[in-house]
């Protein structure tokens, strides 16, 4: 009877034991991890969400299909406190005079300055200055043949906007591509020739446009 109730008892002490071993086991295993340099956790990891695009950063435009649209040019967007080009096209018909040619790209220069950036430059960082209605013209008859006329007068922007259009205006086909364009406002206004520079573009906000009398 002694030794029948010894058995028992230690069949009843594995039994007790016996829901313990998963404890034991998670226990051992969390142990093997953290020597390992692993973690563990009972919940999922949480990585974040992906990462943005990177500012002032856009993909490379489809050059075909936007010379397919029209005349690919560059215009100068503000994007954190400098000047960044990006690519936009305008539409100039065909066999069109050069005088003509020049106006009709200031022109189209000037309302793709004017216009609300895309969504995916939004995103990057990018805004504009320049503000809508604005207008060009080409020279009076006693000025210079590459003068442009703003509706606006140059002083009458702020440095920023003037900061644009200066840059795009002298980067394209609407100037002579020396790195300057000739401006004035409407009317009879003096014309100035402004130069694009490198500290304009990396400060259009506090850097003072060269200009000269012409």
Request: charged fraction near 20%; charge should be negative.
């Amino acid at each position: 009877m002694a030794v029948q109730r010894l058995i028992t008892e230690r069949r009843l002490i594995i039994v007790r034991r016996l829901p313990a071993l998963p404890v034991l086991l998670i226990t051992v295993f969390a142990a093997v991890l953290a020597g390992c340099g692993i973690r563990a956790t009972e919940v999922p990891t949480d990585f974040g969400p992906a990462p943005s695009r990177v500012r002032c950063s856009l993909s490379e435009p489809d050059v075909s299909a936007q010379a397919s649209r029209g005349l690919p040019v560059r215009v100068f967007l503000l994007c954190g406190s400098s000047l960044v080009a990006v690519d936009r096209t305008v539409r100039v018909p065909d066999g069109t005079a050069d005088t003509e040619r020049r106006v009709l790209v200031a022109q189209g220069l000037l309302d793709q300055l004017a216009a609300t950036p895309s969504p995916a430059e939004k995103e990057a960082g990018y805004s504009t200055d320049v503000r809508g209605g604005m207008t060009v013209t080409g020279p009076r008859p006693r000025d210079p043949e590459d003068a442009l006329r703003l509706s606006t007068p140059p002083g009458d922007l702020s440095s920023y906007a003037l900061a644009q259009v200066v840059c795009t205006f002298s980067d394209s086909a609407a100037a002579e591509g020396d790195g300057s364009v000739i401006l004035g406002g409407p009317g009879a206004s003096p014309l100035l020739r402004y130069e694009c520079t490198d500290e304009v573009r990396a400060r259009p906000g506090s850097a003072e446009l060269p200009s000269t009398e012409v």
